[in-house]
């Protein structure tokens, strides 16, 4: 399986577990943004993953996007 496909899948296991972990959604406007980076750089760290790119979506808004590390060659953005 290729590196940065293997990436996405583990992250999306991974956000997943942590939507249903949540009782109940939690506004935007109470989200720490920098302790949900936090957890992805540790996750992507203990996992190995060179890459990521997060979008968080409340409703039918767009509330968070964000690249983290690399892959290719390139950095991440929330747009690739």
Do not use: C, R, W
């Not at 959604?25 to 996992?47: C, G, Y």
């Not at 993953?49 to 060659?73: M, N, R």
């Not at 390139?74 to 690739?80: F, K, R, S």
């Amino acid at each position: 399986m290729k590196p940065i496909l293997f990436s996405i899948i583990i992250l999306s296991v991974f956000l997943i577990g942590l939507n249903g972990a949540a009782a109940a959604p939690v506004p935007a406007s109470e989200i720490d943004f920098a302790v949900l980076d936090s957890a992805i750089e540790t996750q992507m760290s203990k996992h190995g993953l060179p890459g990521a790119a997060l979008a968080v979506i409340q409703g039918d808004e767009i509330v968070y996007l964000k690249g983290y590390g690399t892959a290719g060659g390139q950095e991440m953005t929330a747009q690739t």
